[in-house]
């Protein structure tokens, strides 16, 4: 069984950092062709942050370029998302999520609060 496990968030004040990580479990991490980061503000829908496709690079939305960085660590099985000079309008829940044969799987999220 699939399952992705989220860390790292929590209250920091505007302009500062945090690194938020998933670990994968259940599934070969080297096998992932492609592992995304979402956030989700209260009454929104989840919005598009992050991509690391192993074929192609790191991919961003483009309100977090240049100020986020997606990697992972495949001996963890971890994928990390280092958040740096954080807004306000970062704030949300943080998920990650993989497709593994015709299926999507999600994290249960992380929580980012920046204070303004």
């Known amino acids: 069984q699939v399952q992705l496990v989220e860390s790292g968030g929590g209250l920091v004040q505007a302009g500062g950092s945090l690194t938020l990580s998933c670990t994968a479990s259940?599934?070969?991490?080297?096998?992932?062709?492609?592992m995304d980061w979402y956030r989700q503000a209260p009454g929104k829908q989840p919005s598009f942050v992050a991509r690391?496709?192993?074929?192609?690079?790191?991919y961003y939305a483009n309100s977090v370029k240049g100020r986020f960085t997606v990697s992972a660590d495949n001996a963890k099985n971890t994928l990390y998302l280092q958040m740096n000079g954080l807004l306000p309008e970062d704030t949300a829940v943080y998920l990650c999520?993989?497709?593994?044969?015709?299926?999507?799987?999600w994290g249960q999220g992380t929580q980012v609060t920046v204070s303004s």
């Open positions: 259940g599934v070969i991490f080297t096998s992932i062709s492609q």
């Open positions: 999520k993989i497709d593994q044969r015709g299926t999507t799987y």
């Open positions: 690391l496709a192993r074929n192609l690079g790191p």
